[in-house]
Structure formats: structure tokens, C-alpha cells
């Protein structure tokens, strides 16, 4: 059918068409935009003049850059995407994937999450982040940086013109971080004690605790990463989970940092040795690896690792099982493996290791994440270091 159109008329040099639709009853301006043809059209109860002034500041905004086309894409929608497409690919592990999802839900139990993301406000975002303050701080601060992330893509899409996560607050959580924990000097001596030579995983926890290595790290290591002629262990992968929560071998660490090398010394030097010559062929080639050629979990490694600390009794506490109507007495440690590594951590810092060097040896991102989560430990070896400072000039005044 032919279109009927009264005062036609052309806006500007190449800028769009103005003109009355008489099939519509309405006024129309048609343009172009990135390429695409694009149609605006008078409202009903919009008078003739406010609907040229509307079209006035539309050109306008596309002139200087802060035109922004309306996008139905929400806040959930948008983090999901970017989720899957770092797992698409390949940026990500499937345990991260299934990480990130999970901190995702929380978002998606909300109420911010059918909120547009060009109609997203600081006081929605505040209101949603400040729910949060019942979750510990470092899973507050998971939250406000996926919110961080899906602003982010907003703006670099052209959803948005300003990210309204710029005046939100991160909240405090109402509960008090975990402390890191580590073995005293007593508690790690205890523990050695209990791994004795039939302990199935003697040489891993050795070498935990001497390393400082993540567990995952342990038991991903195979022949070609142990240089004994440079006397260096290359860490270059970890064990990890599927989406599914079954281990898997990952094809890198836990982050890019994490990719580094660790002087082999002889406090596990034996240990290391044993292990390599008792490891059982297996297709992954693996240092350690079950009877069955299938992987040893990190959740395993954490089952004995507390078990051996309650038989040396270290962190116990009392607990009761009741089986048959009987109630039985007994004990269970509180510990977790990665104490070992925290072990490891404490015990360079009270030798004096400078945090750079123990940044490195951790694979840590950067300096201020061993710092933070090292910082009551070093204060407590800078405390120590100013008392033998007093203590040395009341001796020599």
C-alpha cells in the first residue's frame, strides 16, 4: 500500500527525514544509526512541538556521542552472559564457572534482577549490596565485583552512559573474618610426629607444609615438573572440579600468577624423591594418583588431613554421635589442609622473608594480597623486631 506522508520533510544534511504519516496519524522521524535505519514516532498525548523538541535533542545526543539506545537487557542477563562467554571461552575452569554462577544467584534472588540495566539506580545497588553485610566481607566483595564487571560491559556496549556503581558503598559484614590459622611451632612438630612411613600420604602433606603449595597444586604435579638439576618444581597446573564437583585435571592454575617455580630444599627433598619413585603408571602421568588410576581429590586430602590432627590431638573438639539411641563421646579437629599452607606462609614471615619474595613463592596476584592476608602476622613480626631494637639500646645505654 503507498504511504501518504504530509509536509515531508528532509532534517539537516543527511541527519534524517521529518514528515506527517497520514496512515499513522502520527509525525515520524526516521534516521540513521551505526549503520542502522531507526524510527521514532510522536506519542499520543505528545503535542507537535514537544515531539520536534524531543527529535531536536536526539540529534543533538547523537552529535556529541551521549545518545544511548534503549536496551531491555537486565542486570542478571547481562552477568550471566558474561559468565558464559569467558567459559565459552576458555577464560575460565569449570569450577570457576560453576563459582561464579553461584555468587551470580544471589543476584538473581533479588530484586535488582529484572531491574534494566539503563534503569539500574546507586540506591537499588546500594539497598541490594547492603543486604549482603550478613555474608563474610570476602564474599561481599565477590558480589560488588561481579556488579562491578556487569557495569563494566554496560558501558563498553553503550548500554550506559555512567556507571551508577560508582556512588555504592561496599558494606561491612556483621561477621568477623576468619582468622588465618596456622600450626605453632608445637602443634606442626605434633603433626609430623603422627605421619609416620605407612601413612598413604606421608610425602604430599611433607610437601605442603615445606612448599606452601595449594593442595590442587600437589596433585597435579607430574615427572616433567620436578628439575632436580636446577633443583626447581614448575608448578604450571592444578587439580580442579567440573560443574559437577567431580576433579578434574585443569589445563592451567588457579590464576595466571599462580603459574611459577619453587626451589626444591631438604626439608621435603626425600619426600619428593619417594613419591617419584613410588608413583604408579597412569595415562595422566601424575606424581599422585589412586590405585585405580583415578585422582585424589582435594576433599579426601582434607578428610585425612583432619583425621590425622585429631589423632595428634590438634584443634580438637569434643562431639557426640548417637547410633542405636546410644550416645558415643568423641572428637574431631577443626583444622583444614590449607592450614599447611598457611603454615608454610607464617613460618617464612617469622624467618624474616620479605613479603615480595613470599608473594611470589604463594602466587599470589600481587603484594597486596599477601599483605592483607598475611597482615596479623606481620605486625606481629614487626612488633617483635622493635623489641629487640629497645631491647638492644637499653642494653647499650
Keep these: 500500500m503507498e504511504r501518504r506522508n504530509k509536509k515531508t520533510k528532509s532534517v539537516g544534511n543527511g541527519e534524517g527525514s521529518l514528515y506527517y504519516s497520514e496512515k499513522l496519524k502520527c ?96 540506591i537499588q545497588l546500594q539497598n541490594f549490596i547492603d543486604d549482603k553485610k550478613i555474608y563474610a566481607n570476602s564474599y561481599i566483595d565477590k558480589i560488588y565485583e561481579m556488579l562491578g564487571r556487569i557495569f563494566k560491559e554496560a558501558l563498553k556496549r553503550d548500554y550506559i552512559l555512567k556507571n551508577p556503581l560508582l556512588n555504592v558503598e561496599k558494606p561491612k559484614s556483621i561477621k568477623e573474618d576468619k582468622k588465618i590459622e596456622a600450626f605453632s611451632i608445637e602443634e606442626q612438630q605434633a603433626f609430623l610426629n603422627v605421619l609416620t612411613p605407612n601413612e598413604q600420604y606421608r610425602d604430599i602433606f611433607v610437601i605442603a607444609l615445606y612448599t606452601g603449595m595449594r593442595m590442587g597444586e600437589i596433585l597435579a604435579l607430574k615427572r616433567e615438573d620436578i628439575d632436580f638439576k636446577e633443583k626447581v618444581i614448575h608448578i604450571r597446573r592444578s587439580l580442579t572440579k567440573n560443574k559437577d564437583g567431580k576433579p578434574i585435571l585443569g589445563d592451567t592454575t588457579k590464576t595466571y600468577n599462580s603459574i611459577r617455580d619453587i626451589p626444591i630444599n631438604s626439608l621435603f627433598e626425600a619426600e619428593l624423591k619417594h613419591a617419584l619413585n613410588n608413583t604408579k603408571l597412569n595415562i595422566y602421568n601424575l606424581i599422585f594418583i589412586q590405585p585405580n588410576g583415578s585422582f585424589i581429590s582435594v576433599s579426601n586430602m582434607n578428610s585425612r588431613f583432619k583425621r590425622l590432627c585429631t589423632n595428634a590431638n590438634i584443634g580438637t573438639k569434643p562431639y557426640i554421635i548417637k547410633r542405636d539411641k546410644k550416645e558415643i563421646h568423641s572428637k574431631t579437629s577443626t583444622y583444614n589442609q590449607h592450614m599447611l599452607r598457611h603454615t608454610y606462609a607464617t613460618r617464612m614471615i617469622e624467618a624474616g622473608v620479605p613479603a615480595e619474595v613470599l608473594q611470589k613463592l604463594l602466587g599470589h596476584k600481587d603484594i597486596q594480597t599477601t599483605i592483607n592476608t598475611y597482615t596479623t602476622i606481620f605486625d606481629k613480626f614487626k612488633k617483635e623486631q622493635v623489641d629487640k631494637y629497645v631491647e638492644y639500646m637499653q642494653k647499650i645505654n
Aim: hydrophobic content about 30%; charged content about 30%; cysteine-free.
Design 27 to 122: 509525525w515520524i522521524f526516521q534516521y540513521v544509526y551505526n549503520g542502522t535505519r531507526k524510527t521514532l514516532k510522536q506519542k499520543k498525548s505528545e503535542t507537535v512541538k514537544d515531539f520536534k523538541a524531543r527529535v531536536t535533542k536526539l540529534k543533538n545526543d547523537i552529535n556529541i556521542g551521549s545518545f544511548i539506545e534503549n536496551n531491555n537487557t537486565t542486570i542478571y542477563l547481562l552477568g550471566l552472559e558474561i559468565i558464559e562467554n569467558k567459559f565459552k571461552r576458555n577464560k575460565i575452569s569449570e569450577a570457576s564457572y560453576k563459582r561464579e554462577i553461584g555468587t551470580l544467584d544471589l543476584i538473581k534472588n533479588s530484586s535488582i534482577k529484572d531491574i534494566k540495566i539503563q534503569k539500574a539506580t546507586n
